[in-house]
């Protein structure tokens, strides 16, 4: 009934550039705090960048000067830019949103990332 949608996945070569987009509904958007979690073949799904309700970000060490992670409330949208990308970003790229008492997922886009 509630969930995310992501979009934007994709194959690029190394060094390039990617924008992954969510959407959800607009009740999760106005207080929720946003992430973006990624997993890798055979690895545990990891945090890539979190933004709270008030626009509060962090980031993975991975990933710091390589990605933005931002909100537009009112379009009820989070984005992921991903630039200078390498092998190593390869991975389902999943949004998530945390309440205090639920917390919601969208399915995933894939991203690979091959010369």
């Known amino acids: 009934q509630v969930q995310l949608e992501e979009s934007g996945g994709g194959s690029v070569q190394p060094g390039g550039s990617l924008r992954l987009s969510c959407v959800g509904p607009p009740g999760i958007f106005r207080t929720y705090e946003m992430h973006w979690y990624r997993q890798a073949p055979g690895k545990q799904r990891e945090l890539v960048a979190g933004?709270?309700?008030?626009?509060?970000?962090n980031y993975a060490d991975s990933v710091k000067g390589r990605f933005t992670i931002e909100r537009d409330n009112p379009k009820t949208m989070m984005t992921l830019q991903m630039n200078d990308l390498a092998s190593s970003d390869t991975a389902v790229y999943y949004c998530h949103a945390a309440g205090d008492i639920d917390e919601y997922w969208g399915q995933g886009t894939q991203v690979t990332v091959s010369s």
């Open positions: 933004i709270t309700s008030g626009g509060v970000t």
